[in-house]
Nanobody
Framework: QVQLVESGGGLVQPGGSLRLACAAS????????MDWYRQAPGKERELVAT???????NYADSVQGRFSVSRANAKNTVYLQLNALKPEDTAVYYC???????????????WGQGTQVTVSS
């Protein structure tokens, strides 16, 4: 099995930046797709960014031009760079991986526990 752990959240001023990380560990695996979601209190979970094994990326309109997702394969880690942060970006951010276990060639869906991002003056 695979475990995902997010880190890097915190409290920042509007216009500030953070870099979130999602580290994968456990069984021998390869990451097919890694998504970043966020969820604010009272709101539904929102897909904000996607990166594929080929490096293709997609972003929600609300974060386009401000957020950037990247992958560091040597460490099995995916990053989400948050720039020009706004109060409405405040949420718990989660990574979600579509991951192939190389021993069985079974694709699974894995979630981290989330990291809090708060943007406030």
């Amino acid at each position: 099995q695979v475990q995902l752990v997010e880190s890097g959240g915190g409290l920042v001023q509007p216009g500030g930046s953070l870099r979130l990380a999602c580290a994968a560990s456990g069984s021998i695996f390869t990451i097919k797709v890694m998504d970043w979601y966020r969820q604010a209190p009272g709101k539904e979970r929102e897909l904000v960014a996607t990166i594929t094994s080929g490096g293709s990326t997609n972003y929600a309109d609300s974060v386009q031009g401000r957020f950037s997702v990247s992958r560091a394969n040597a460490k099995n880690t995916v990053y989400l760079q948050l720039n020009a942060l706004k109060p409405e970006d405040t949420a718990v951010y989660y990574c979600n991986g579509k991951i192939i276990l190389l021993g069985s060639m079974i694709t699974g869906d894995y979630w981290g526990q989330g990291t809090q991002v708060t943007v406030s003056s």
